[in-house]
Structures are given as C-alpha cells and as structure tokens.
C-alpha cells in the first residue's frame, strides 16, 4: 500500500545528510560493481563450459546405450524378442527421458507377405504401413521397406510396429547420414507420438549390419533407433551436472538441423534469439550470454547460456546505498505515514460505503428490469429462450408452443430433439449457423398441437460471450406466425385465381371479339356489299335518265364506301383477319399499321420464321396483342423516334424483346393508379407461362423482355 508524501517542506540539514551519504555510497558502488562484475564473468564462462561438457556426457552416455542394443542385435541376427526388450529396458530404467526403443527391419518389396504373415503371428492383426499427411495408412508397393520389427516399451508404442520410418518426414537426412558413416545419427525435433501435438522428441538411429558382408550397403540389415524426450533429456542432464536451477543464470537447449534454431529446454525467463545472432548483444529484457556447440550424431546442438549484464551494482553496493538512506528516509516518513493512512482509511471507508449503496441500487434495478422482462414477456405473443454451450435449452417462457409437449419437458433438450416440422436442407444450414456461433433470424418451422392444427413459428437468437469470449450458448425470442402464414396462402390463392379469372376474361374478350368481327364481316359487309352494286347500277341509270341528280347518288356511293372503310377498320380492331395468315403476317401487319399512323421508325426481325408451329391459335393471339398494347405505350408515353422488334428461339423459349430510344422511366408506370398497359402486358405474358422483364432509365429508353417456354404455350393458353 502507498501513501501520498506530505506537502510540508523537508529540511536542509536532512538534504544534507542524505546528499553526502549518497555521494560516499556512490563511490564505493562504482568500486565493487566492477570487481564483481570480473568475478561474475569469468564464473559465467566456466559455467557455460561446464553445461557444455556435461552435455556432450550425458548424449554419449545415450548414444552409448543404443550401440549395445545395436553390437547384440548385429551378432545375433535371430536375437528373440524377449531379449530384446529385455536390453530395451534396461536401458529405459537407466535413463527415464527415453521413450522408446524400436528395431528397423530392411525388408525387401518381394518379402513383404512372408514379413507381414510374421508380424501378425507375433503382433496380431498388423500391415506394413506408412506416413501419409501425417496418418498411418497401409503402405504402397516400393522395392524395399524399413519397417519397425519391435519396439519397447509396450503397450503404450505396439501401435508403431509395421510402420516403415523411411516414410516419416524429417528421418530421411538421418537414415542417410547413419547409412554412409555407419555412425549413430540424430533427427531433428518432431511429435511422438504423432497424435500428441508439438515436437518435443527426437530419435538417433544406428545401422546394423550383416556379418560376413564386404559392401555397407548389402550388410544393412536394419536400423536401432532409441526416442528421446528432448526436454527431459536436457533437465537430466543439467540436474546431473547441478545446472538446473543457477541463481541469476539461464540456460537454453537448441537443435540445429541446418534449416532451423528450434528450443529444447530453458530455465530462468527471457529469450534467447538475439543472442543466438550475436552473444555481445543484451536481449530485450537485458541479458547476454554465451553460445557453445555440441556436435553429437551429426546433429548441431547449441548450449546457450544467459544472465543479466553486471553493469549495475552489486548486492554489496545496494546494501551500502541502502543503509545509508534508508534510516533517514524512513524515519521522516514515519509520523507523515500516519497522518496519511488515516486519511486514505476516512477515504477508502467513504467510497466503500458508496460503491455499497451502488451496487444495491444496481441490483435492485436489475430484478425490475428482469421482471418487466418476464411479464412483457407473457403478456406478449413472443417468447423467450436460452440455450447452453451445447445448444440444450436452459430456459423456455411458458407460452411457447412446441406441439403436444409441455416446455417443461424440453429443458435440456437441444432444437433437434424437438417435434418440429422443418427442411432438413434448411435445418443443416442452421446447425451450421450454430455451430459458427453467429446471429440468426427468422429461422421458419412448424409444429402440430393435440388437435392436429398446425403453428407456424419464426425464432431468432444471438450468441453470448463470457468476458473471455468463451461461448455460453444461444439467446433469443420466437413468435407465432400462423396468422401471417394463413393470409399469406390465402393472398396466394387469391391472387391465383385473379390471374387465372383475367385470364379466363381475356380468352372470353378474344372470343367475343372474334364472333363480333366476323358478324360485321358476314352480314354487314355483305349488306354493304349489295347495297353499293345497288347504288353503282342506280348511278348508271340515273346518269342516263336524270343527269341532274347524279352528283348527288355519286356521293351517296362515296358515303357507302366511307362506311365500308370504318367497317374494315371495325373489324382490324376487334380482331385482325391477318391473324389467320399466321403470327409472323400479323406481326407484320401491325409494325406496318404502327409507322403509318404513330410516324415512329419500326424494324421488325423475325429469326425464326417457323414460330407458327410453335403456337397455337390462342398463344399466337395472346403474343399478337401483347406486341399490340407494347407498341400502344410506346406512341402514347415514350417520345421515341425509333422501335425495335425481335421475335426469336433461346433455349427452349420463344422470346420477344421491344425497345425504344424514347424518354424512359417507364418501370414505374404500374404503380402509378389506373395505368393498366403494363400489367395487362405482364398478365398475360403470366397466363402464358412466361416471363416479363422490364429495363428502363430516364433518358436511354425502354426495353420489353417476354419469354415464353415454347412447350408450355398450348396448355397455357387453352
């Protein structure tokens, strides 16, 4: 605890005397860190040596081990396995960092079988197999195999035996350097066993050879390879050598393949990096060091040996600097001490008092904010839940609905488990969710209550975090959609049976259209026709007998014709005979009716000139009018100077585009009230099975898109 220092002005005489004690105190501080720092180093140095040499002791003594195990196996070849493990052992009791001990069978591809069959009558069901991303998987056909025949200890490594170590990565630098010295060779650092995740081991290998054999590669016949905790090997070396735990000194352990620095063991804190690059530099936390190597079954090992730098005074010197301060510091501070400390306890005391009285107002807001909650909550249609880490619910409002079973039944079951009625696609997608541990909404299922009716529910939820951001599970809240879901089929339907009843009027309109135009045409014009060879042989008699009058029947013939044109015209309107002529005379006939009366430029490109195979008499009609109504729109709205027309096949459909390069914006025309052009066009493009788009922006025109799917244009239209 510390205390605030008075305010009052401190003495000269007590300056004085700090000031001169602190100058002798510096002086000899100077004098003694520079004695002991001499000390210090050449302590440093002889440590360093001596870690070094017990080091190199300790890896002989194991490599040692290995070449006896090694000289028995190569002067017995049929060495049982009894004897072996019994070598392997004893060399495990003798030095507890060693994990295992394993013998390499070389065994050639055509000896594989014979191999295998004995493995199994003294192992049980074993394979030769062989690393493959890391997985032990039955190895490949190769011309040779090196194979583990034993191993000890057992059970803990049986699962290695079979496996060949040629295929294990980092081994094959040292099965090569082994081969060709006839050496024990080191591996650099890897995991053992495999499953155990970091690299904390590694193993030396030594061939053995066949007796009687003139060239070193016939006579391998195998390889001994002892595994070595690395760690533990360098803590029993340095606890041999009373290294392990120096005051003020640390030491680092380091493997040097020759393609990385890799730590083995360090005591004391730090790092050791920069040292490694350059032993007179300090690290960042202010230590140097010495660097010395080991050499030791062809693998390069670094004894880095770290210490804080002597610069600084030494403990003589601090006590000197101490003793000289510190009775007149601390008798000054004394009696201010106390004066302080019953202050900072009136002030501890009072905040205490007040963080107290927060809190209890805290909590006392939190339960009414809990119970609105709740009641808001079951006066509401939604509900609530939460749900653990495993996703089981912890916690469910009472008036949720999950069909026949009570919530209460549903406590620590996950959503899973619960009858609802979903998509298994979707409900995979939302297990993903899950398990991601984001945010979801508006996840859509339903259940059946006792009665068999059926409740849509909608629930959304939200991840929670411990401060840690450790995952605690699932909160949120659901609702009862039924209503929504019953109008929403019922619009649905509705709108359904509106397309299908304007449709049916469409066809009934057509029709009447039809009957009409062919009345005009059959009895009218036929009136018409009478009447005017009637009026034509009366202007020949008249013109003979009565020339006064015949300016008068010459207009009257006029009249009749003028009414055999509005009939002719009638009829176009209602329904246009072209249409019996097929679609593309139609479509013709109206680009043609289109430039004479609107004065606008009008191409028509018909690609397929077979499209009347396509349609059938009332689909060819329905495309007729929606080119009819497209081209109406343009000449009314549009202000355009130029249209375009194309009628072509894509992919099974009969698609026809219509642009223009009028004033645009025409999308938004059927929202507007009573503009029905648009619509009628989209209904019945819908009627036909097809599709409707419109492309439009102020300024670059407008551009109708229908398509129709050529095999559903009969039917649709029927």
């Known amino acids: 605890m510390s205390f605030p220092l008075s305010r009052k002005p401190v003495s000269i005489a007590a300056l004085l005397v700090l000031g001169a004690g602190l100058a002798l105190t510096g002086v000899m501080t100077v004098w003694l860190a520079g004695a002991d720092a001499r000390r210090n180093q050449q302590s440093f140095e002889h440590a360093a040596d001596i870690s070094q040499a017990a080091f190199r002791h300790e890896f002989d003594e194991a490599i040692n081990g290995l070449a006896i ?39 050639p591809g055509d000896q594989r079988r014979a191999f295998e069959a004995k493995l199994r009558e003294e192992h049980g069901n074993i394979v030769v197999t062989e690393m493959r991303d890391g997985v032990a998987v039955p190895a490949g056909e190769r011309p040779h195999y090196l194979v583990i025949d034993d191993i000890a200890p057992e059970p803990s490594n049986r699962k290695a035996v079979g496996l060949d170590i040629s295929t294990i990565p980092g081994k094959e630098a040292a099965l090569e350097r082994a081969r060709t010295t006839g050496q024990p060779s080191a591996t650099g650092l890897f995991a053992f066993p495999p499953e155990v995740p970091g690299k904390h081991s590694f193993a030396v290998l030594m061939p053995v050879y066949r007796s009687g054999t003139a060239a070193r590669d016939d006579a391998v016949t195998g390889y001994t390879t002892v595994v070595l905790h690395a760690p533990t090997f360098v803590e029993s070396v340095l606890r041999h050598a009373a290294l392990l735990h120096r005051e003020q000194t640390g030491l680092g352990i380091y493997i040097d393949d020759g393609k990385r620095t890799e730590l083995v063991y360090r005591t004391g804190g730090g790092e050791d990096d920069r040292i490694l690059d350059d032993p007179e530099i300090a690290t960042a936390d202010g230590k140097i060091g010495i660097v010395r190597e080991v050499n030791a079954a062809g693998l390069r090992w670094l004894v880095v040996s770290s210490r804080a730098p002597v610069s600084v005074m030494s403990g003589s010197a601090w006590v000197a600097l101490g003793a000289g301060t510190s009775i007149s510091i601390l008798f000054a501070l004394y009696l201010q001490s106390l004066a302080v400390q019953a202050s900072y306890l009136t002030r501890t005391n009072a905040r205490l008092r007040r963080n107290i009285d927060s809190r209890k107002r805290i909590e006392h807001a939190l339960r009414a904010s809990e119970e609105r909650f709740e009641s808001l909550a079951r006066m509401s249609s939604d509900w609530y839940w939460e749900q653990d880490a495993e996703f089981r619910f912890t916690k ?95 619009l649905r339907q509705s709108q359904t049976e509106l397309r299908d009843l304007a449709a049916h009027q469409a066809r009934v309109k057509e029709d009447e259209r039809k009957r009409i135009a062919r009345e005009i045409h059959d009895d009218l014009g036929q009136n018409l026709l009478a009447l005017r060879i009637d009026v034509l042989l009366l202007e020949g008699e008249i013109r003979k007998r009565l020339p006064e009058v015949n300016d008068r029947v010459h207009g009257l013939l006029s009249h009749v014709d003028n009414v055999v044109r ?35 430029a009008c191409t028509l490109d018909l690609e397929d000139g077979n499209v009347d195979s396509v349609l059938d008499e009332e689909a060819a009609t329905s495309l007729f009018r929606i080119l009819q109504e497209s081209l109406t729109n343009v000449s009314r709205h549009s202000q355009a100077r130029h249209v375009d027309i194309r009628l072509h096949r894509s992919f099974g459909s009969l698609v026809l585009e219509i642009s223009d390069d009028g004033v645009g914006g025409q999308s938004n025309d059927m929202r507007k009230p009573r503009s029905f052009g648009l619509i009628g066009i989209r209904e019945r493009v819908y009627s036909l099975g097809g599709e409707f788009r419109v492309a439009s922006t102020p300024g670059n025109g407008t551009t109708l898109t229908i398509m129709i799917p050529a095999t559903a244009t009969s039917a649709a239209a029927a």
């Open 69 to 107: 195990v090694n000289r028995r196996i190569a002067g017995n070849d049929a060495i049982s396995r009894r004897h072996f493990h019994g070598l392997a052992m004893q060399l495990v009791e003798m030095h507890p960092y060693i994990q295992a001990f394993s013998y390499a069978r070389v065994v």
């Open 566 to 600: 509005s009939m002719r015209a009638i009829i176009n309107d209602l329904r246009p005979p072209v249409l019996d002529l097929g679609l593309q005379c139609a479509f013709e006939w109206q680009v043609q009716q289109f430039r004479q009366r609107s004065g606008i």
């Open 396 to 490: 469910i409002s009472s008036n949720a609905v999950f069909g026949s079973v009570p919530t209460s039944e549903l406590i620590g079951k996950t959503r899973s488990e619960m009858p609802l009625e979903i998509d298994p696609g979707e409900f995979d997608e939302h297990l993903q969710v899950l398990k991601a541990h984001v945010s979801f909404t508006d996840l859509e299922y339903h259940v059946r209550d006792r009665n068999g009716k059926v409740h849509w529910m909608s629930v959304s939820g939200e991840p929670l975090f411990a401060p840690d951001g450790t995952f605690l599970g699932y909160r949120g809240t659901g609702k009862d959609i039924t209503a929504r879901k019953e109008t929403e089929q019922a």
